[in-house]
Nanobody, 121 residues
Framework: QVQLVESGGGLVQAGGSLRLSCAAS????????MGWYRQAPGKRRELVAA????????NYADSVKGRFTISRDNAENTAYLQMNSLKPEDTAVYYC??????????????WGQGTMVTVSS
């Protein structure tokens, strides 16, 4: 029933690292490019990283370029986001989804609960 499950968030000091994981259903993961999105308090959700279906190409928002790395393991239907050199402005709830995102599937909401990342100074 659950299509996307994010994990790996937590509290970290500025300059630290975290690796987020996204366990996806095969029906979503196998045929879609995947992306990581984030939503900070008072701001709209934004796409921060994306990766093609075969993992051959990636794209990053300027704000995270050079610090974040997206990857995927197609055998395990899992996407990852390695976050290094974290800054307080990276604080947000992080979500995974297809790129472009899927909102519903068979009357079920696809967006998961996300995983919270808090970066302290």
């Amino acid at each position: 029933q659950v299509q996307l499950v994010e994990s790996g968030g937590g509290l970290v000091q500025a300059g630290g690292s975290l690796r987020l994981s996204c366990a996806a259903s095969e029906s979503i993961f196998s045929i879609n490019a995947m992306g990581w999105y984030r939503q900070a308090p008072g701001k709209r959700r934004e796409l921060v990283a994306a990766i093609t279906t075969d993992g051959g190409s990636t794209n990053y928002a300027d704000s995270v370029k050079g610090r974040f790395t997206i990857s995927r393991d197609n055998a395990e239907n899992t996407a990852y986001l390695q976050m290094n050199s974290l800054k307080p402005e990276d604080t947000a709830v992080y979500y995974c989804n297809a790129d472009p995102p899927i909102t519903t599937m068979r009357d079920l909401e696809v967006w998961g609960q996300g995983t919270m990342v808090t970066v302290s100074s």
